[in-house]
């Protein structure tokens, strides 16, 4: 059974940063991409960040310059790099994992940011 789990959400301040990490297990096949997705209260889910298995990258538009994405492939583990955290950034932040026509998802991660 595929498992993402997420950590290092939290409580953080304006101008803050953390790091969300999110480790698979159960699967001995590289993701062709992995991503993160947030979803605030009342609003749809959206991508944050993705980054392929080769490395390629893609942001919203509202993260570009703030947040980093990368991922280790033999660990099959991605990453958030999230700094200069804004409220707007509050969320809980979903991992996913991409293979093949197969979507996984993790448990979700609360990130709240105070003004």
């Known amino acids: 059974q595929v498992q993402l789990v997420e950590s290092g959400g939290g409580l953080v301040q304006a101008g803050g940063s953390l790091r969300l990490s999110c480790a698979a297990s159960?699967?001995?096949?590289?993701?062709?991409?992995m991503g993160w997705y947030r979803q605030a209260p009342g609003k749809q889910r959206e991508l944050v960040a993705a980054?392929?298995?080769?490395?390629?990258?893609n942001y919203a538009d509202s993260v570009k310059g703030r947040f980093t994405i990368s991922r280790d492939n033999a660990k099959n583990t991605v990453y958030l790099q999230m700094n200069g955290l804004k409220p707007e950034d509050t969320a809980v932040y979903y991992c996913?994992?991409?293979?093949?026509?197969?979507?996984?998802w993790g448990q979700g991660t609360q990130v709240t940011v105070s003004s």
């Open positions: 159960g699967i001995i096949f590289r993701f062709d991409s």
């Open positions: 980054i392929t298995s080769g490395g390629s990258t």
């Open positions: 996913n994992g991409r293979l093949i026509m197969l979507n996984y």
